[in-house]
């Protein structure tokens, strides 16, 4: 049942996925395919010197951006990509579960003996489905970019699809505090406000807050502070303690969320 219903689900969802993903692996490979073009390592290290707060905001403090595996890393971190990898955890919390409710789509389900519990797991599927589809879009845009345009030092693509995998944690760890919010909520236009104002502070106080110093500290209180691809592509290594605190959060919104959904009215 949970596999019919996460079909029904990804089906739905599709349009918004593809595109998405699209857009992922599209952002990868032109910052690798446009180092040449644009005059090589040299302008970037150019435009770092003039705007240093510019260089922050990319990643300069995790990984060296005047070189190639440093350019296509920015890919991983752009606001833009940050936006698009929102957007799924958005998608799938104002479709399923409180979506279903104000569709009427949950009580015709339940009327027809459908567990809550494998209409729960169907909203999971496709949350974590959805985010493999696009991290693996993102590397993929990565490698084809150094395949068919290869930069004067070569990337360790293993790295990257490192860096892709923290990234999908981090849009499973929102999903999971949106599918919270869904799992309680009746309406999706409240569920999409809602959700997108967290994000947007989370965004604030994961990326913005560190560029002025008396707000570095909000980071630790962010999602999105925590994911550090950058870092795994500079060293080769996950790291842990931030990798960890995103599977904590992810694990604790799922399991509160599971507990709200069995237990509400779910009548629209």
């Known amino acids: 049942m949970t596999r019919t219903l996460t079909a029904r689900l990804l089906q739905r969802l599709w349009p918004i996925l593809l595109p998405l993903s699209?857009?992922?692996?599209?952002?990868?490979?032109?910052?690798?395919?446009?180092i040449e073009p644009m005059g090589g390592l040299g302008i970037f290290e150019t435009v770092l010197?003039?705007?240093?707060?510019?260089?922050?905001?990319?990643?300069?403090?995790?990984?060296?951006?005047?070189?190639?595996?440093?350019?296509?890393?920015?890919?991983?971190?752009?606001?833009?990509?940050?936006i698009l990898m929102a957007a799924w955890?958005?998608?799938?919390?104002?479709?399923?579960?409180?979506g279903d409710v104000e569709s009427g789509e949950a009580d015709l389900l339940l009327s027809r003996a459908v567990p809550r519990r494998a209409m729960?797991?169907?909203?999971?599927?496709?949350?974590?489905?959805?985010?493999?589809?696009?991290c693996a879009s993102l590397?993929?845009?990565?490698?084809?970019?150094?395949?068919i345009s290869p930069p004067e030092d070569p990337m360790p693509l293993g790295r990257?699809?490192?860096?892709?995998?923290?990234n999908a944690v981090l849009i499973a760890s929102t999903g999971g505090v949106l599918l919270l919010l869904s799992a309680g909520s009746s309406e999706r236009g409240r569920i999409l406000a809602t959700g997108a104002g967290l994000w947007l502070l989370n965004?604030?106080?994961?990326?913005?807050?560190?560029?002025?110093?008396?707000?570095?500290?909000?980071?630790?209180?962010?999602?999105?502070?925590?994911?550090r691809p950058q870092a795994v592509i500079a060293s080769g290594q996950i790291p842990w303690p931030d990798t960890g605190i995103l599977l904590t959060v992810g694990v604790a919104g799922l399991s509160a969320a599971a507990l709200v959904w069995s237990r509400r009215d779910v009548r629209s």
């Open 22 to 34: 699209a857009l992922c692996g599209g952002v990868a490979f032109l910052f690798v395919a446009l």
């Open 49 to 82: 010197r003039m705007t240093p707060r510019i260089g922050q905001l990319l990643g300069s403090n995790e990984i060296d951006p005047t070189t190639s595996a440093g350019i296509a890393s920015i890919a991983y971190v752009h606001p833009f990509v940050a």
């Open 89 to 98: 955890p958005l998608s799938v919390a104002a479709a399923a579960l409180g």
């Open 120 to 134: 729960f797991q169907a909203a999971v599927a496709t949350l974590l489905a959805g985010a493999l589809a696009m």
């Open 139 to 147: 590397w993929l845009g990565t490698a084809l970019a150094q395949w």
């Open 160 to 166: 990257f699809a490192a860096a892709a995998v923290v």
């Open 203 to 227: 965004f604030f106080a994961g990326v913005v807050a560190p560029l002025f110093p008396s707000l570095a500290f909000l980071r630790l209180y962010s999602l999105q502070g925590h994911a």
